[in-house]
């Protein structure tokens, strides 16, 4: 299996582990910080003030957008070109994370995975909390500043919100310092309405949601960290929302997001989507995933972090209501999920 993640500090190392468990992730460790309480974060709750529609480089505050500067690198940060680098040089990263209304999310976990060159494994970073205004900053190691690609993997533990993967881009060619002036923007997710219980963990059982959407989980393929099973959520998003990065250039009917992110262990689970876009009886659909942190299809092939990735079909059943997942297009994975008819 390939590598999942490998926490670095400063004098980081090439990847070449391979974590067994969500353990090995500190992302998946509830201890890590206060913050991973969404209660102890009163932005992290959207119904302690109204939203916001806000332009990039702005957070919602009280109601009314508000200009915010994202952090600067330090003197003690290299950030000078590397003139051995065939690619692109990265010496610091900064951001801003914001939920659904634009208000910004305090204590989230931003991190950073990089396709280093020449080697082209996949290195990801310890992450960073984001501040009260949402900002976060990450200094990138000496030994992993020569990137083809940066990917930044955002969340908030043991919240029920998505987790966002956005591809963002390489600094200019003349600067090692990449500033992402679009919000990175966590999603909420709603516990299943009907969840049966945990009984033999490797039956499989529909867990429904509260728009209908269902899912045959078991359990015990259900690779996924806190909670796990227990606590199983999932939102619909418009999916002309803000800070939808990974649909960039590419378009869905319709658009999920589920909690916690997980891998489903050697198979895929039938699903069933309300059709909500009144598609006719028999017409098919493409079936879409966004790649996470371990996100394989049935066949054992991984879909790479923050890759829209278009994986089988599902077919609209007799009486119109559901489409109903062809053996294709079974659910691979927890992360992202959306369809659009073909």
Not at 79 to 91: E, H, K, V
Not at 108 to 117: G, P, S, V
Not at 163 to 169: A, K, S
Not at 227 to 252: H, R, T, W
């Amino acid at each position: 299996m390939r590598t999942l993640l490998l926490i670095l500090a400063l004098a980081a190392v090439g990847c070449g582990e391979t974590a067994d468990s969500p353990a090995d992730d500190p992302n998946n460790d509830p201890n890590n910080t206060p913050n991973n309480d969404p209660n102890n974060a009163p932005n992290n709750d959207p119904n302690n003030e109204p939203g916001c529609e806000c332009g990039d480089l702005q957070i919602c505050v009280a109601g009314a957008c508000q200009a915010i500067a994202l952090p600067t690198p330090g003197p003690e940060v290299n950030t000078a070109p590397d003139p051995g680098c065939a690619s692109n040089t990265i010496g610091f990263v900064a951001g801003y994370v914001v939920d659904e209304g634009g208000r910004p999310v305090a204590g989230a976990k931003a991190q950073t995975c990089l396709r280093l060159n020449p080697a082209g494994n996949l290195l990801c970073l310890a992450p960073s909390d984001t501040a009260t205004d949402g900002t976060f900053s990450i200094v990138i190691p000496d030994n992993a500043r020569c990137a083809d690609l940066i990917t930044a993997r955002v969340l908030v533990p043991l919240a029920d919100q998505s987790t966002q993967y956005c591809h963002v881009g390489l600094p200019p060619d003349d600067s090692a310092v990449l500033t992402i002036s679009e919000p990175i923007v966590l999603y909420p997710t709603v516990r299943a309405t009907t969840l049966p219980p945990l009984g033999d963990a490797d039956a499989a059982r529909a867990v429904v949601f509260e728009d209908g959407l269902s899912i045959d989980v078991t359990p015990s393929k259900y690779f996924a960290a806190g909670e796990g099973y227990a606590g199983l959520a999932a939102g619909e998003i418009d999916p002309n929302g803000k800070g939808l990065c990974f649909l960039e250039g590419q378009s869905v009917d319709a658009l999920y997001a589920f909690s916690p992110e997980g891998d489903v262990l050697n198979g895929a689970f039938p699903i069933r989507v309300p059709n909500k876009t009144a598609l006719a009886p028999g017409a098919k659909v493409s079936m879409f995933v966004l790649g996470g942190l371990d996100c394989h299809l049935a066949d054992g092939t991984l879909v790479e972090e923050a890759e829209w990735h278009e994986y089988g079909t599902g077919t609209v059943d007799q009486a119109g209501q559901f489409i109903v997942s062809d053996p294709s297009g079974h659910l691979p994975c927890l992360t992202w999920f959306g369809y659009k008819a073909q």
